[in-house]
């Protein structure tokens, strides 16, 4: 592999993590395999790779940019994802605000009930966890 391929595994497991990786990386097909390694090479290994600014500004802007372009089925992985990239829920209300005025408020307003939903499921105990004390 080349070396924005595993630059781009790298980040791609410090920003969206280990698990989430494992689970995408098992479900690759021989169909899917070219697009998976593009995506490894450009988004994460060159975009958020890059040191021009901050992972937390990073976040901002792929979660302003998603809910403006309605594609929101990304949103809650890369909400989950501001967890280890330093974007504070403030953050990501201020960067769906922007939505709603330069992109429209449906828009915006949807990608709140995502962010609000996977933040409810980031906040729930985990029943593992539960069990074990």
């Known amino acids: 592999m080349s070396d924005s391929f595993d630059r781009g595994m790298k980040v791609r497991r410090e920003v969206l993590g280990d698990a989430h990786v494992d689970r995408a990386e098992a479900t690759k097909t021989d169909f899917d395999q070219p697009f998976?390694?593009?995506?490894?090479?450009?988004a994460w290994g060159t975009v958020w790779a890059g040191d021009g600014i901050s992972r937390?500004?990073?976040?901002?802007?792929?979660?302003?940019?998603?809910?403006?372009t309605a594609n929101f089925e990304e949103i809650p992985m890369h909400i989950r994802a501001t967890a280890r990239t330093g974007a504070s829920r403030r953050d990501v209300l201020e960067a769906f605000q922007h939505v709603a005025i330069y992109a429209g408020v449906p828009r915006a307003n949807h990608a709140l009930k995502l962010a609000k939903q996977t933040y409810a499921e980031m906040d729930a105990p985990d029943p593992a966890e539960e069990g074990s004390q």
């Open 56 to 68: 937390r500004e990073r976040s901002m802007i792929t979660l302003a940019l998603l809910a403006a």
């Open 36 to 42: 998976q390694d593009l995506i490894t090479e450009g």
